[in-house]
């Protein structure tokens, strides 16, 4: 973990993230699109995984970005697997690729030095202005 104040607080927020991406992929989808639906699926399983490798990479140490970027991954994965048994869902191998690509451009913005935003955040909040 980052030397967080408020570690507790971030790591619900990220549970929750995670509560909301697993809800979303799980309710029955909104019919009637067509083409515009599945084009702007692909792209919110995408954004999904991308905040929350990005999340989750402000939250934990640089030494543990791999853990969770296999995490999330195996959470894609397994989120087309119940898809697959649900009458109301379709798995999607596509979906599986989107999430991948966000976990990769989020760990790659991690990597950059985005992943030391709940530290400056915490900074922001509890150093006195100097």
């Excluded at 999607?92 to 985005?114: P, T």
Aim: aromatic content about 20%; glycine content about 12%; hydrophobic content about 60%.
């Amino acid at each position: 973990m980052q030397p967080l104040r408020l570690r507790y607080w971030w790591l619900s927020g990220g549970v929750l993230w995670v509560a909301t991406v697993l809800y979303l992929t799980l309710m029955p989808a909104i019919g009637g699109w067509g083409w515009a639906v599945t084009v702007n699926d692909k792209f919110g399983h995408f954004i999904a995984f991308f905040v929350l490798m990005a999340w989750f990479g402000g939250v934990y140490a640089r030494a543990n970005w791999r853990f969770v970027a296999v995490a999330l991954a195996a959470f894609g994965i397994a989120i087309e697997l119940i898809q697959g048994q649900l009458s109301y869902r379709s798995a999607e191998f596509a979906d599986m690729l989107y999430d991948f690509a966000g976990i990769g451009a989020a760990w790659i913005c991690v990597r950059l030095g985005f992943g030391r935003w709940a530290l400056r955040i915490e900074s922001w909040w509890f150093e006195p202005p100097g």
